[in-house]
């Protein structure tokens, strides 16, 4: 694959694809290392769980053997409390540890050992608590039988009845002093010893003893003997049956000498033991799998880290001197085109937005080639049409300085025409007036009329001269406007021209800024033409308008002039019948008056109308001074932009 071909986008996308995926990659190996971190501690905690909960497990059972031992030695109940706490903590902690390690079949197993261990003990305490219970109960009869014994009420009885049988009074004493201490010793064996064989010494000299009685009466001895047995040795016996109705304290310390319990916990301490081994092991190799996980995670993030800083900083550089070669070379183009140099050659771009930028690029030369061309042509031809333009409006200045003088010379004439009819009329008036003077008058009227005459003839010819230059003149106003139809179509041609140029610069973006410029100079240069040839043409219009107006003021002068021609022909024939009738003098000198008036009329209206004429002559003047300017103007505006262009190098463009 070659990376050139590629456009710009795909070059990025790319590489910020394959700099996406090493990223994802580390990330889902961070995350998963990350997530067996979590994991791992996760496990350590419960393993420090399973540990802690096992050790109050041996806690609790150590509080209710120390409630038990308070217990069998106080015999309290208060003592049982740590007893009781402990059984109900024990439970708990049972609980919490077998669902703690719920997905542990083994360790499951060998709590449920431990719960039978504890079962096994807390039935050994239950007996010793029972027991010690029951020893708690009998005490009461025991402490009767030793305030019995301290009472010393036996000894007391004893005593007298040996004092009593000393006396000698008493036939068979010495014998009944022995079963009596028959008795005693049957009495204290048994309440040494609790047991029933030991009161058969008790019976068998009682039953002597009581033989002996009824065979003494009611006497001293026989009173005190059986206040002994009643008071003493009877409440002894009970006493002793009832307490054996109970355990004894020595029951106690022979079954806590069997140290059943001690086997138990010590069974119970094992089997925890085992189990936080097993948890402690556990929790090594949990560490040992962090750590490994940690490692990995460590490794990978280095070295996925750094191969990914390498490829993108490798993948980057190569794309970067790709795009910048190829944009460098399009920068080298369009600083040729830049300078003018419109004949470089562009080669074929790539199929990505450097080479779309080269294509268009070299369209825009190519365009600009034939738009430069054409607008050399242009120019070529709106220089020669101002060179033309200006030699006609140089002509044309020159026929309406040549028509303003001329009519100067009219209008002086017309002025001389007036005085000469104004003075016919006073003439008139002075014939009508003398008629002696009439001849004398009417010879000199014959002679200002021949004057007249001529000078109407004169003005006639002078007037038809004129109409015929005016008429010239129409003819080349109306040819420079058709050359000016020729130069603004020119000029709105190159204002055309300049504006695709303008348009394909703007494309061109910032390698088109120069040719914009140049672009907008022409364009400007072009309005600049259509505005001068505008105004010309409306000079030309004007002056047009003013020449129709002047041709037609000369006709009517023309008119007028033929007019007072017939008027002074009848003049003079008015003059040579004025010798043959004199009588008529007044009536002709009265007509002549009236002709006179209205030929001095027709005068003063001529004379305005040349007036008129020469001033719309001195604005055709003007008008054409104005438009040879404009014209030269034109011509410079020409050179400029052959000048322009001819700053581009273009091959022959046909």
């Known amino acids: 694959m070659n990376i050139s071909e590629l456009t710009i986008r795909s070059r990025l996308l790319f590489g910020n694809v394959i700099t996406v995926s090493i990223l994802v990659t580390l990330c889902v190996v961070v995350w998963n290392s990350i997530k067996t971190l979590n994991s791992t501690d996760a496990m350590v905690t419960h393993t420090y769980q399973v540990i802690d909960q096992s050790n109050r497990l041996v806690n609790s059972m150590v509080d209710q053997e120390t409630g038990l031992r308070g217990y ?116 204290r064996g048994f309440m040494l010893n609790r047991e029933e064989a030991f009161l058969e010494p008790y019976h068998q000299g009682k039953s002597k003893v009581d033989k002996q009685l009824a065979s003494m009466g009611n006497s001293q001895l026989s009173r005190d003997i059986q206040s002994w047995i009643d008071d003493y040795a009877s409440s002894a016996i009970t006493l002793v049956r009832e307490s054996n109705r109970f355990s004894s304290i020595d029951e106690l310390y022979v079954k806590l000498a069997k140290k059943q319990g001690k086997q138990y916990m010590d069974g119970l301490r094992n089997k925890v033991a085992e189990i936080i081994n097993v948890e402690q092991v556990l929790m090594v190799e949990r560490k040992e799998a962090a750590s490994l996980a940690s490692d990995l995670a460590l490794m990978v993030l280095v070295v996925g880290g750094v191969s990914s800083v390498v490829f993108c900083f490798g993948f980057g550089a190569l794309i970067s001197r790709n795009i910048t070669s190829q944009i460098n070379y399009v920068i080298g183009v369009a600083k040729q085109l830049a300078k003018g140099d419109l004949t470089v050659n562009i080669e074929k771009g790539a199929k990505n937005e450097i080479g779309e930028l080269t294509n268009a690029l070299k369209a825009t030369a190519e365009s600009l080639k034939t738009i430069i061309g054409n607008m050399m042509v242009a120019s070529e031809r709106l220089s020669s049409s101002s060179t033309q333009l200006t030699n006609i409006t140089v002509a044309t200045n020159s026929g309406a300085n040549e028509q303003m003088l001329m009519t100067d010379q009219v209008a002086v004439a017309m002025n001389q025409m007036s005085i000469s009819v104004q003075e016919v009329a006073r003439n008139a008036v002075d014939t009508a007036q003398s008629a002696s003077e009439a001849s004398e008058e009417a010879m000199q009227g014959l002679t200002v009329v021949h004057e007249t005459t001529m000078s109407i003839n004169s003005l006639e010819s002078e007037i038809e001269s004129t109409m015929d230059r005016l008429e010239d003149l129409s003819r080349e106003a109306t040819n420079i406007g058709g050359i000016l139809d020729v130069i603004l179509d020119i000029a709105a041609q190159t204002n055309l021209l300049a504006l695709n140029a303008a348009i394909e610069a703007a494309r061109a973006g910032e390698q088109g800024k120069g040719f914009a410029v140049v672009a907008d100079e022409v364009r400007s240069l072009a309005q600049r033409t259509q505005d001068s040839t505008s105004e010309i043409q409306g000079l030309i219009e004007r002056l047009q308008l003013g020449t129709k107006d002047v041709v037609n003021s000369m006709q009517k002068s023309s008119d007028i002039a033929k007019k007072s021609v017939e008027n002074a022909e009848k003049s003079g024939q008015a003059f040579d019948v004025i010798t043959r009738s004199i009588n008529s003098i007044s009536d002709m000198s009265t007509q002549s008056a009236s002709a006179s008036e209205e030929q001095s009329v027709t005068v003063e209206q001529i004379n305005q109308n040349v007036v008129n004429v020469s001033r719309i002559t001195k604005e055709s003047v003007v008008g054409a001074e104005q438009t040879v300017e404009s014209s030269q103007e034109l011509v410079n505006l020409s050179e400029q932009l052959q000048n322009i262009v001819g700053q581009f190098k273009v091959k022959n463009v046909s």
């Not at 019995?148 to 009074?169: F, P, Y």
């Open 72 to 187: 069998a030695i106080g015999g309290q109940e208060e003592y049982l409390e740590p007893y009781h706490a402990g059984k109900q903590a024990f439970e708990d902690s049972l609980s919490t540890v077998k669902m703690l390690t719920s997905d542990n079949p083994a360790q499951q197993q060998r709590f449920d050992e431990v719960n039978r261990a504890a079962m096994e003990w807390q039935k050994y305490a239950q007996e010793v608590i029972v027991l010690r219970k029951s020893i708690h109960d009998g005490q009461a009869y025991v402490n009767q039988l030793q305030a019995l014994i301290a009472s010393d009420v036996g000894k007391e009885k004893m005593d007298n009845l040996r004092a009593e049988i000393a006396t000698g009074r008493y036939l068979n004493g010495e014998a009944l002093i022995n079963h009596m201490v028959n008795m005693e010793t049957g009495l």
